[in-house]
C-alpha cells in the first residue's frame, strides 16, 4: 500500500525567516521603549568601566525582553513546523485515492513543547537571578532539572547513547560504546554549562550577546549541512567525508550526503530556534554595544545557553555544539579556582578600568594572607602557562596579588591594556576561531581519528 510521507516542511523555514525578521525589529523597538520602565522597576545597574559609572544608570535584564519575543514568536511558530501535516489532514484527496496518510508526528510536538518548557524555565531563573542574586550552589541544579523533559524526549526516541571510540583507543574499548544512563548524565550537565558558562564570561559591553550570536550562526551553518540541497551542492559536502557521523546511532555512516529525513527534520528543528535567537541577540546588539544603552542581565545569558542546550539535546548533535563552546570551556576551567574557592573570587572579575587612559587593565585578586600549599602550586603553573600574572611580596616571595581567572583578564595579559571596544572584537574573534576550529575538528580531523 503506497505510503504518503509527506517531505519535511521546507516552505516553513521561509515563514521562520519572516518570523525572525519580525523579531529583530521587534526586539530593535521594544528594547529601547521599555528601557526606562526597567530601570523604574529598579532593574538598573551602573556600567563599571565608565567614568559615568555611578551617575547614568543602564536599564539591566534588558535580555527579559529579548526571551519574551523569542519564546512568543516560537509558539506562534507552531501550526507552521507542521504547516506540511496540516495540509495533508486537510485535503482528503489522498484518501480518495486510497493512500493513507502518514500519522500526525506527535513526538515531534513534544520535541517542540519540551522545548519550549525548558526555555521558559531558563527564562524565570535567569530573572530571578537578576532580581534577586541566587547564590551559585542553588542556580547550578536548577538548569539540571530544566532539562528533564528534553531527556525524556530523547529517551522516548531511543536517543543514541552510543558513541564512536576514536581508532588509537579501540583496543581497549572496541568499535563502539554505550555509555547508557552517563550519556544522560552528560546532557543534563550540557545544560547547566551553557546557561552558565556564558554568564560567567561577561562584563563588558556586548560580551554576552556576541557570544550567543557567534554560536547560534555556527550552529546554522552546521544546520544548514545536512538539509537536502540540490545534489550539485550535495556533492562536495559529500567529498568533505561524513566518516565521523557518531551522533546518529543507526545512520552514520549514511550521514549528510543520503539526507535521511529524520536527520533533515532535526535540523530543521534547530534552525527553527536557531533563527530567530540570532535576530533578536542582533536586535539586542544594537543597544548593548559599546557604549551599552541596555545590558542584557543573566536573563539573557540564561535563556540563550538552554536555547543550545535545547538544540543540541533535541538535534542530537551535543557534541559538535560542545565544540562551538570552545572559549566558554577555556574560561571555565580557567575559572575553575576562584569558582571553587580555592582563590578569592571577588563579585566582579571585570578588567580594572583607568579612566585617565581610558583602557582596561587585568583586574586582580588579593591575598591577605599568604594562600595555601595548594592555591601556591595552582597559580604558580597557572602563571608559568601564561594564563595570570602574579605579584609577589618582595622578601618572602609570597603571592600578594594574582589577576583574576578569565579570559578576558588572561587577552589583557598577553595583548596588553585595550578599551573595552576592542576588547569584546578580540573576545569575537576568539568565539569565531573557535568555531572555525570546531568545523575542522568535526568534519575534517574527525576522519583522520575516525574510520566511520
Ligand atoms: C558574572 C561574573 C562576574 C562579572 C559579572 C559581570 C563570575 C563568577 N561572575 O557575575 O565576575 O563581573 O558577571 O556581568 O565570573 N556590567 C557592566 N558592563 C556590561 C555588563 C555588565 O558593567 O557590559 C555590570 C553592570 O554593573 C551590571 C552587572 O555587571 O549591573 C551585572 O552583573 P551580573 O550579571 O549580576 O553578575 P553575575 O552574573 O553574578
Ligand atoms: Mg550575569
Known amino acids: 500500500r503506497p505510503l504518503l510521507d509527506p517531505v519535511p516542511p521546507l516552505p516553513a523555514l521561509y515563514t521562520s525567516v519572516g518570523f525572525s525578521i519580525f523579531a529583530f525589529l521587534s526586539t530593535v523597538y521594544l528594547v529601547l521603549a521599555l528601557g526606562q520602565t526597567f530601570v523604574k522597576a529598579g532593574l538598573k545597574g551602573g556600567d563599571l568601566l565608565k567614568p559615568y559609572r555611578h551617575e547614568i544608570p543602564i536599564p539591566e535584564s534588558m535580555g527579559l525582553v529579548c526571551a519574551s519575543v523569542y519564546i512568543l514568536l516560537l509558539m506562534l511558530f507552531i501550526p507552521f513546523a507542521f504547516s506540511n501535516f496540516i495540509m495533508n489532514f ?10 493513507s496518510v502518514v500519522e500526525f508526528p506527535h513526538h515531534q510536538l513534544s520535541v517542540y513543547l519540551s522545548s519550549l518548557l525548558s526555555l521558559l524555565i531558563a527564562t524565570m531563573l535567569g530573572f ?13 541544579p536548577i538548569p539540571i532539572i530544566a532539562s528533564i523533559p528534553l531527556l525524556m524526549v530523547y529517551y522516548a526516541e531511543r536517543g543514541n547513547t552510543h558513541v564512536v571510540v576514536p581508532l588509537p583507543l579501540r583496543f581497549m574499548f572496541g568499535t563502539v560504546v554505550n555509555l547508557g544512563p552517563l550519556y544522560y548524565i552528560y546532557m543534563a550537565l550540557l545544560s547547566t554549562f551553557s546557561t552558565n558558562s556564558i554568564n560567567i564570561l561577561a562584563g563588558i559591553n556586548g560580551s554576552e550577546v556576541s557570544q550567543a550570536l557567534i554560536i547560534a550562526i555556527s550552529v546554522i551553518l552546521n544546520d544548514l549541512l545536512y538539509l537536502p540541497w540540490p545534489m550539485d551542492f550535495r556533492i562536495p559536502l559529500h567529498l568533505l567525508g561524513n566518516k565521523a557521523e557518531v551522533e546518529f546511532g543507526g545512520v552514520w555512516s549514511a550521514g549528510m550526503a543520503h539526507g535521511s529525513r529524520e536527520l533533515v527534520e532535526r535540523h530543521l528543528f534547530s534552525l527553527y530556534f ?23 542581565g543573566d536573563t539573557l545569558c540564561y535563556v540563550t545557553g538552554m536555547a543550545f542546550a535545547v538544540v543540541g539535546i533535541q538535534a542530537h548533535f551535543s557534541k559538535t555544539l560542545l565544540l562551538f563552546f570552545i572559549p566558554q570551556i577555556f574560561n571555565f576551567v580557567m575559572s575553575c579556582p576562584q569558582l571553587f574557592g580555592l582563590v578569592p573570587c571577588p563579585r566582579h572579575r571585570v578588567p580594572r578600568y583607568d579612566p585617565d587612559t581610558n583602557l582596561l587593565y587585568p583586574s586582580t585578586t588579593e591575598f591577605p594572607k599568604p594562600p595555601s600549599r595548594i592555591t601556591n602550586v595552582t597559580l604558580r603553573t597557572m602563571a608559568a602557562l601564561g594564563l595570570t600574572e602574579l605579584a609577589l611580596h618582595p622578601s618572602t616571595g609570597a603571592i600578594q596579588t594574582a589577576t583574576n581567572l578569565t579570559i578576558l583578564n588572561f587577552l589583557l595579559v598577553r595583548l596588553g591594556p585595550m578599551n573595552e571596544k576592542r576588547l569584546v572584537q578580540v573576545l569575537m574573534c576568539s568565539q569565531v576561531a573557535g568555531s572555525v576550529l570546531a568545523f575542522v575538528v568535526r568534519y575534517g580531523l574527525a576522519g583522520l581519528v575516525y574510520d566511520g
Open 128 to 140: 530571578l537571578d537578576d532580581v534577586f542574586d541566587i547564590r551559585w550552589r542553588h542556580k547550578l
Open 90 to 99: 486537510a485535503s482528503q484527496k489522498h484518501h480518495l485515492e486510497g493512500i
Open 274 to 296: 536557531m533563527m530567530p535567537l540570532v535576530a533578536v541577540c542582533l536586535g539586542f546588539m544594537y543597544h548593548n554595544w559599546y557604549p551599552a544603552r541596555a545590558f542584557p
